[in-house]
């Protein structure tokens, strides 16, 4: 099968019904969240810390819904109007825009703790118009979203690159921008399971501490994950409903109550509970 | 659009580096919805928010509640984290348009979403 990205236009890819097929298809989405969940362990936020966080190429929401469920505010933004529509019917909690990666971002400096971005990156990397030049358009990309995040903020990609080359070229279109770090690679020996997250720093030093690539997962595991028990890291989230697939239904009352009273008991600040607890954000429109 | 994120943009038509924030609101329509209040989340927002630039943008929104300076104690001052939660949060930009003070680049928001897409001379 050949990749996307070189059928077509992103916003024509992910135009008309297209949009609609992908959100409704809920293998995409457990696979998009499972994602998005790793990637978010890896922006390497205090626990309990709720964070201004930019979602790129956000698509339909499902990667914000990640977001929001670990406590974040999040704005995103996507090519494809088609796929914000969906994430306005979706009533995505996020600030939703309009916007091209490559003519890069209009944020001022340090408006972000974190970026994360889901299957997007290698989009970017392809010149869809005469006038698009990759490497241009990468510089700009980074170059603004680095001045976007605040000092020691990650963002994290996961991508499909499609070659060394792809990746020596957004590695290094990244590093001219001022960020460090490198490649995450999940389960490097499985076929199906193996994930590139790309983990850039904007600025090492967070409270002084330097900061370091993290490890894959499943790294020292033969075939496929979860034969020999690799699991998932992450002690902050639960992600049986990811990894079975099974979207949860909406969170109630009861169930944010529940998680209030969790965070209280670890002794971590928390809203007083009130009559807009989990009231419903966004009326249908 | 929340009021805070738009209090976090700025023109980014190439070569516009000065005078271009914060983007004019015009023909504006609002709504406001409720949501959860975060103390910690207002708190780490205080760090960045441009207080002056969200007060005159209210102020042409005839949205009149901050006060005019910043509280010494706002990180800890309820009633001023209840206001600004209110103002940043729960009201939503549907229509409109955001216009650059500098270059006068006209960014249309419909259904919420401000367009930010830029020509080709403009990058
Ligand atoms: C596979 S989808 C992923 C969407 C979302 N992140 C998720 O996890 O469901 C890829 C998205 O990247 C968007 N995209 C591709 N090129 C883009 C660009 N240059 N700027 C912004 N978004 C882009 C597409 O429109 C599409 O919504
Ligand atoms: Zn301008």
Redesign the pocket.
Known sequence: MSRPEHQAP??IV?GGDEAAK?TGNSRIAAI?AE??GRAVELLNLPEGYPGFIL??????G??GEVLEEEGHVWVG????PA?LEVALEQEASGDLFL????QGMAFRPGTFDGCI????LQ??CNADKTSHHPKARLMRFFSTLYSSLRRGARAIFQFYPENDDQVQLIMGCAVRCGFEGGLVVDYPNSKKAKKFYLCLFAGQEVNGVKQQLPAGLGEDEEGEPGENGVQYTSKKRNDSRIRSGKRKPGKDKNWVLKKKEQLRAKGDKTANDSKFTARKRRPKF | MRLITHNMLQCHVKGCNANNFPLELQEVVLEQEEAEMNEDFLRNMLTKIEYDALVATCLKLDINDLPATIPADAAYNDEFLQILHRVILETHIKSGKMVCPNCQHNYIIRDGIPNMLLAEHEV
């Open positions: 992103p916003e992910y992908y998009q994602m998005a979602d790129v190429g956000c698509g339909s499902l990667s933004f996507d090519i494809a796929m916007q091209d990666a490559g971005s889901i299957s997007v989009w970017l």
